[in-house]
């Protein structure tokens, strides 16, 4: 049985999971209208994922006998400066997961909550990651932005990414 704080914790993090996926769904959407649909393929993928995540945690909740109690989701911003503008905050939002992820984290290991703490290792494997990859996203975009060959090259490379649902999700 998880604790009511513990299960607090991983409502709010549902919650924080289906903002992230509303959030890059918007990115998405300031990219498509742009005409990088490349670009607004990854955000849209990134969006599905952070819907399996929030999928993961409510499944694990339901598991150990918590309370769900999802909460509200506000709305994601939709005007951005650039594209450069995007990925920084994609990436200060991946940061601000983490942050998080090792809160709950932490308050399973002050509570003795070995399960929590061991469901939540994929998360933080996962993030290291996601961390990863968008600060390398940001680098690319900087190079890129000001060079149309560059950007439509990016664009196509970003197209290639496919959502793979997690087996264990």
Same mark, same amino acid.
């Given at each position: 049985m998880v604790s009511e704080k513990i299960a607090q914790l991983i409502n709010e993090q549902i919650a924080h999971e289906q903002y992230a996926a509303q959030y890059y769904l918007s990115m998405s959407?300031?990219?498509?209208?742009?005409?990088?649909?490349?670009?607004?393929?990854?955000?849209?993928?990134?969006?599905k994922e952070e819907l399996m995540h929030a999928d993961k945690m409510f499944d694990y909740l339901n598991d150990v006998g918590g309370e769900i109690i999802l909460g509200e989701i506000p709305k994601p911003p939709h005007e951005f400066e650039s594209a450069t503008?995007?990925?920084?905050?994609?990436?200060?939002?991946e940061k601000k997961v983490t942050r998080s992820i090792f809160n709950i984290v932490k308050n399973a290991n002050d509570e003795g909550d070995?399960?929590?703490?061991?469901? !939540?290792?994929w998360f933080i494997n @996962?993030?290291?990651e996601e961390e990863?990859? *968008?600060?390398?996203?940001?680098?690319?975009?900087?190079?890129v932005c000001d060079n149309p060959s560059? !950007?439509?090259?990016?664009?196509? @490379?970003?197209?290639?990414?496919?959502?793979? *649902?997690?087996?264990?999700?």
């Open positions: 959407a300031w990219f498509s209208a742009k005409d990088l649909d490349g670009i607004a393929n990854y955000f849209r993928v990134q969006s503008d995007i990925f920084k905050k994609a990436l200060e939002h070995f399960a929590t703490t061991s469901f !939540l290792q @996962e993030q290291v990863a990859s *968008a600060s390398q996203y940001v680098t690319k975009i900087k190079m560059a !950007l439509y090259l990016f664009d196509q @490379e970003l197209a290639k990414r496919v959502f793979v *649902a997690d087996p264990t999700a």
